[in-house]
């Protein structure tokens, strides 16, 4: 499949997703998505679509691909997340922005280790570490003000959240690690 195509597929396929919501927002009482909330959401379901596609041309093996999909998912659903409901407390929570350090480790890393899987791995494993951190500081560290905390929030479930979304980094590192043992066999 040449590039335009798959460009495209990640357009039709972006279009389709904004399908849901939209038909929500006629059969859903309480949906109040926005014009600006489409355009958001449709620039990051083709950003991630788009990236994915760049980045997993640039694999020859299938847990190349597979590593690229599941880092790519992992920070779209971080940004998606963080926007909607906030990971720390509300969205409206200051300590959600921290989280925009892990995309920065992720990326960073990613263009340092020129996409080669090794480095690739190094840097998924960096970015779960990076995204522990944040969560443990923005939750024990750096408390909201009195003034702007959020209705209680069972810890737990804020706990369970982050980990799974800092496990989605640790399996992307893993599936770029084992796309650089079979480089190198």
Excluded: C, H
């Amino acid at each position: 499949m040449t590039l335009s195509q798959s460009i495209g597929r990640v357009a039709l396929g972006t279009a389709l997703l904004l399908l849901i919501p939209l038909a929500a927002k006629f059969f859903v009482a309480g949906m109040a998505w926005s014009a600006s909330d489409f355009v958001a959401a449709g620039v990051l379901l083709f950003g991630a679509g788009l990236t994915f596609v760049l980045l997993a041309r640039l694999g020859d093996s299938t847990p190349y691909r597979l590593g690229v999909g599941v880092a790519v998912a992992a920070g779209l659903l971080l940004v998606w997340a963080n926007l909607a409901v906030g990971l720390v407390g509300s969205e409206d929570n200051p300590a959600n922005l921290l989280y925009g350090g892990v995309l920065a480790v992720a990326l960073v890393g990613a263009v340092a280790a020129r996409f080669r899987p090794l480095g690739m791995a190094r840097a998924m494993f960096g970015a779960a570490l990076v995204y522990v951190v944040v969560t443990l500081t923005a939750l024990f560290a750096w408390p909201p003000a009195a003034a702007v905390a959020e209705p209680m929030v069972n810890l737990l479930n804020v706990l369970v959240a982050n980990a799974v979304f800092a496990s989605l980094w640790v399996v992307a590192g893993w599936l770029f690690s084992r796309a650089a043992r079979l480089a190198r066999a």
